[in-house]
């Protein structure tokens, strides 16, 4: 059966080291972490295989050659050459993997008018040459493109996600018919038939009036741009200019943010440290005061007891003879008499006590005011710390305003060229649906589009179930709806589900309907390119790579093993998980990395953004 199988994808120029990615026969993994080139591979195929452009990513500068190598149905081999700007792509017929001067062999057009273009040469290879899609429900007809059918094989991240049905393109009415019609031409093998049919008035009418809206769309469009913004080439490098300006600010502003966060990490510190130290001298100062009062109560006991034994002393009464009081003698003297002395020798007794007790205070009072002195003495230093961090806060605020500033400057240029970007983009995009609107003419009426054969819609719906019964996902059946484009799993649309199955459930509807066509002999590109089919960002190893229910863990590892030991054409998976180990060591993987010293550093070699001679990790 004609299909094409995909060689490699290969980025050359003068003086820089070639970046490659071979494609493995069966199945090819490029997986790692984020923002390291893997999804830029798919784009780079998708520019080779006829896109408008390609976005550039810094390290592909200074490239100046794409190569992409093809092995045709008839079994001989190609190479693509389109530079990263370009609107002719060079064909040479020869596995070219480097940096090529010579004359290509054919050169062929990306736009789909006249005869000498890529999508012409592709699909006369594929045996589609001629073969007619339909555009509406009244027998309109144009001639399918390759890029029809790439839509239903290559799938960017983007789309792997959305909520817009595998088939189509947006959720607008425009073009619908004829994006159904095209996995119609896949799954039964028949275009839609050619007919001799002239439009009549009514058609033209409406013809013309679509391409009048168009033309004031346009114009409306172009009244919005800047008339001294520049062209859409000039935007893009001022824009290029603008991101590498925003990472050199953005990189300032890191830095200085993590130098302000620092001091004020170490102002808190010390605020933590000055409350301590307050509260450590409150405490001093309350015992102070405490033991301040009890001092002055030791002494006021103090000057009593010695005015007591003062009185004694003068009335005599320690001395022994008549009793001072009554006059007795010691020998009429009784027991009260004992009484009365013992209290005044009690309270001289008490006397001892009471300036032992003094004693001690006093001590207890100097060593606290000792305390206090260092502890005042630390806190002043402390203090003198929290007034230099305040300062050197001070300073990197000061630093930081003018890079704050700039980076806001930066974002609203760069808000403002994107938007140049967008208005020129969606005048292009109107441009070439009224470029096709009048290369397809009016549109003959009189018989409606076909549907697909129910036998054959069914057959499909098993193909699509089988791959997502070898993934090991749980559901019970699976069904295409051939009128609204939907995949409905039981009841539930696709666009219902979670990013997560709605990935799965786009990566089955590929992988089903290139099963389907390889099976029965239907003519199919062979390949297909999965862009973030599993999962959209890398989890921890502990972590579950989906909330789904219905996706167990294991899913993952069933999904590349069914690709690489059932599966008959050719696939392509950007990742950021691991693949299996069995895989890893079987299929063709790749493993991008952002340490230059573990695997594989990204698509391009170490240091291609900066220039000059470089080594491969």
């Known amino acids: 059966m004609p299909s094409i199988r995909l060689l490699h994808l290969t980025f050359a120029g003068s003086g820089r080291e070639r970046a490659q990615v071979v494609f493995g026969e069966k199945l090819t993994v490029i997986y790692g972490a984020s923002d390291t080139g893997k999804s830029f591979v798919t784009e780079a195929i998708d520019y080779m295989l006829g896109a408008r452009k390609l976005d550039l990513i810094p390290e592909a500068e200074g490239y100046s050659q794409i190569l992409l190598g093809l092995a045709l149905p008839d079994s001989s081999v190609i190479t693509l050459m389109r530079g990263p700007q370009a609107s002719r792509i060079h064909v040479f017929e020869e596995d070219v993997r480097d940096l090529v001067y010579r004359a290509p062999d054919l050169e062929l057009s990306v736009s789909a008018r006249g005869s000498k273009n890529i999508s012409r040469y592709l699909l006369e290879k594929l045996g589609l040459e001629g073969t007619l899609i339909a555009t509406n429900d009244t027998g309109g007809t144009k001639l399918v493109g390759f890029r029809d059918l790439l839509h239903l094989c290559l799938i960017s991240e983007t789309r792997m996600v959305s909520k817009v049905p595998p088939v189509l393109r947006s959720t607008g009415t425009s073009g619908q018919t004829a994006l159904k019609s095209v996995l119609k031409l896949l799954l039964t093998g028949q275009g839609e038939p050619v007919t001799d049919a002239r439009p009549n008035a009514a058609q033209r009418r409406l013809q013309k009036g679509k391409i009048g809206l168009l033309d004031e769309l346009i114009l409306d469009l172009q009244r919005q741009l800047d008339p001294h913004g520049g062209n859409e080439g000039e935007l893009a490098a001022q824009l290029h200019r603008l991101l590498a300006h925003q990472d050199t600010v953005a990189h300032s502003l890191r830095e200085i943010t993590l130098r302000h966060t620092a001091a004020a990490g170490r102002r808190a510190d010390v605020a933590i440290t000055l409350g301590q130290y307050d509260q450590r001298l409150a405490e001093i100062d309350d015992l102070l005061g405490r033991f301040g009062l009890l001092r002055s109560q030791y002494e006021s006991d103090l000057a009593r007891l010695a005015m007591v034994s003062e009185a004694g002393n003068l009335l005599g009464y320690f001395r022994t003879g008549a009793c001072v009081f009554c006059g007795a003698d010691p020998e009429h003297q009784t027991a009260e008499h004992d009484q009365e002395t013992t209290?005044?020798?009690?309270?001289?007794a008490e006397d001892g006590k009471t300036r032992h007790l003094l004693s001690d205070l006093r001590l207890t009072i100097e060593d606290l005011q000792g305390q206090r002195e260092d502890v005042?003495?630390?806190?002043?230093?402390?203090?003198?710390?929290?007034?230099?961090?305040?300062?050197?806060?001070?300073?990197?605020t000061e630093e930081l305003l003018p890079v704050e500033h700039l980076a806001s400057e930066a974002m609203t240029a760069r808000s403002r060229v994107e938007k140049e970007l967008g208005l020129h983009q969606r005048i292009q995009e109107l441009q070439e649906v009224r470029d096709q609107l009048v290369a397809d003419g009016a549109v003959p009426g009189g018989r409606?589009?076909?549907?697909?054969?129910?036998?054959?819609?069914?057959?499909?719906?098993?193909?699509?179930?089988?791959?997502?019964?070898?993934?090991?996902?749980?559901?019970?059946?699976?069904a295409y709806d051939q009128y609204t484009a939907e995949l409905f799993v039981g009841d539930r649309g696709r666009a219902g589900h979670g990013k997560g199955m709605r990935a799965v459930l786009h990566a089955a509807f590929a992988v089903g309907l290139a099963d389907y066509c390889l099976g029965e002999e239907r003519i199919h590109p062979g390949f297909i390119i999965l862009d973030s089919p599993l999962v959209t960002y890398r989890q921890p190893v502990a972590a579950r790579r989906t909330d789904d229910e219905n996706l167990p863990d294991s899913v993952s590892d069933y999904f590349y093993r069914d690709l690489f030991h059932r599966f008959t054409g050719q696939t392509i998976v950007v990742e950021n998980t691991d693949p299996p180990a069995d895989i890893t060591r079987e299929a063709q993987v790749y493993m991008f990395s952002r340490d230059p010293d573990d695997h594989q550093f990204g698509f391009f070699p170490v240091g291609a953004a900066r220039g000059g001679d470089v080594s491969k990790a």
Do not use: K, Y
């Not at 209290?343 to 001289?348: D, E, G, I, K, Y």
């Not at 002043?380 to 050197?392: G, K, P, R, T, V």
């Not at 054969?453 to 559901?475: K, M, N, S, Y």
């Open 448 to 478: 409606p589009a076909g549907s697909i054969p129910a036998g054959t819609v069914a057959a499909f719906d098993r193909a699509i179930e089988r791959a997502l019964q070898a993934w090991h996902v749980q559901l019970h059946s699976v």
């Open 343 to 348: 209290a005044l020798h009690a309270a001289v």
């Open 376 to 396: 005042a003495g630390q806190r002043e230093n402390c203090a003198a710390q929290a007034e230099q961090a305040d300062l050197e806060i001070a300073r990197i």
